[in-house]
């Protein structure tokens, strides 16, 4: 993972909300769109980047695609963006 992906991911506030969204567990790709004034191709823009820095997975279900958040992912960038506390005395 790199951190300048998933900063980028996270700076468009359309991205922002479908993570915000996920929170409450995994949706649709439908049910995401339903939320958005968006076409098909501009919301498959911002899937695609928030797949490409890990903050998604998607699983296919017949000919859906589901989506759930992966918090581990956004955890790890703000660690390495705060820096991590020295453990030596």
Do not use: C, W
């Not at 004034?37 to 501009?42: N, Q």
């Not at 919301?43 to 997975?57: G, P, T």
């Amino acid at each position: 993972m790199r951190i300048n992906t998933v900063f980028e991911a996270i700076s468009h506030p359309v991205r922002r909300q479908i993570l915000t969204l996920l929170k409450a567990g995994p949706m649709s790709a439908g049910e995401l769109a339903g939320h958005f004034d968006l076409t098909k191709p501009t919301l498959s823009v911002h899937f695609n980047k928030l797949r490409d820095a890990e903050l998604v997975a998607v699983e296919r279900r017949g000919t859906s695609l589901i989506y759930h958040l992966n918090m581990s992912i956004l955890e790890e960038a703000l660690s390495g963006l705060l820096g991590k506390k020295d453990q030596t005395p």
